[in-house]
Nanobody, 126 residues
Framework: QVQLVESGGGFVQPGGSLRLSCTISARTVAPRMMAWFRQAPGKEREFVACIRRDRATTYADSVKGRFTISRDNAWNTVFLQMDTLRPEDTAVYYC????????????????????WGQGTQVSVSS
């Protein structure tokens, strides 16, 4: 299992930027992939971006060209750089990690990830 802690959320105007961090605070297995999901009030949890241990990445169409997911060299922290933010990006953002055995094709699916952080709020408004 993996314990995750998110940080970096906040309030920003449209067009602004935020950088989220997800740090592994405890680990008993090595994740193969880590991802960011988001959930707005009254909506289902939505895939945002995923990064594999070898730095392969995937993005939701809604954030392509605006968000960048990355990792540190030790695979202890994953980042989400969010640029050109829009009001529709407002949500609680959750970091997730698999338990090392997931297939890449399943990276978009909530059920793929057995480890979740507590979430960090991102609010985009003028």
């Amino acid at each position: 299992q993996v314990q995750l802690v998110e940080s970096g959320g906040g309030f920003v105007q449209p067009g602004g930027s935020l950088r989220l961090s997800c740090t592994i605070s405890a680990r008993t297995v090595a994740p193969r992939m880590m991802a960011w999901f988001r959930q707005a009030p009254g909506k289902e949890r939505e895939f945002v971006a995923c990064i594999r241990r070898d730095r392969a990445t995937t993005y939701a169409d809604s954030v392509k060209g605006r968000f960048t997911i990355s990792r540190d060299n030790a695979w202890n922290t994953v980042f989400l750089q969010m640029d050109t933010l829009r009001p529709e990006d407002t949500a609680v953002y959750y970091c997730a990690a698999d338990s090392g055995s997931s297939i890449w094709s399943a990276r978009y699916t909530v059920s793929t990830y057995s480890n979740w952080g507590q979430g960090t709020q991102v609010s985009v408004s003028s």
